[in-house]
């Protein structure tokens, strides 16, 4: 990501890579190790996306949003709000009820969050992106405060009724993340 962001030029192509990370918690920038209760085996990596500690790992969703916002003409909120939005009804598919809040970035069931946001812009570019929970482990949710807060419940779109397998989720999201973020061509690649 950053060293697609680093040579990319104002004609390069917008990317969004969705991925599945093998288990870690990543700690961005502003993340304090207070947050970081008892990692146990799984690896702690420092990274440079806004936000404080999550956990990644298998049946997870990681949707890396490589935009060129400047030329989009969007703000950071913009693609928060999008990004947020997108997974609202990607949710209301599978008839679950979810929100954003003001005062924590990411989506939300009740009081539980199913999908964390972290980004970083540099040179008028994002990269990172999202984190949503399909269908894992969730027990090193436990281990950490999640994005800073303790206590915070989270849940997955397989425990909520939802689908159980990342490639069901990739179908349902990509026309909502399309229209979110105002694209109407898409080119797929597998890599």
Same mark, same amino acid.
């Given at each position: ?42 690896? @702690?990596?420092?990274?440079? *996306? ?19 916002? #400047? ?5 950071? *909120? ?12 990607? @949710? ?6 979810? *929100?954003? #809040? ?16 972290? =980004?970083?812009? #540099? ?6 992106? @999202? ?6 482990? =969730?027990?090193?949710?436990? #281990? ?5 807060? *303790? ?25 909502? =993340?399309?229209?979110? @973020? ?10």
């Amino acid at each position: 990501m950053q060293s697609f962001t680093d040579n990319r030029t104002p004609e390069t192509i917008d990317e969004i890579w969705f991925i599945e990370h093998p288990p870690i918690f990543t700690l961005g920038q502003n993340g304090k190790l207070e947050h970081v209760l008892n990692p146990g085996n799984i690896p @702690l990596i420092p990274v440079d *996306r806004g936000g404080q500690v999550t956990y990644h790992g298998p049946g997870q969703l990681m949707v890396y949003v490589l935009l060129d916002i #400047r030329r989009r003409q969007m703000g950071v *909120r913009d693609l928060v709000t999008a990004l947020e939005q997108t997974i609202i009804d990607l @949710l209301a598919e599978y008839n679950i009820s979810a *929100r954003a #809040r003001s005062d924590a970035p990411g989506v939300y069931v009740g009081d539980a969050k199913i999908c964390s946001i972290g =980004l970083r812009i #540099r040179r008028g570019c994002s990269y990172h992106g @999202l984190a949503l929970n399909v269908a894992m482990d =969730l027990e090193p949710f436990n #281990r950490i405060n999640p994005c800073g807060f *303790r206590n915070l419940a989270m849940t997955q779109i397989s425990t909520e009724g939802g689908a159980d397998n990342l490639v069901d989720v990739v179908q349902t999201i990509t026309p909502y =993340l399309a229209r979110n @973020l105002g694209y109407t061509n898409l080119i797929y690649k597998n890599e």
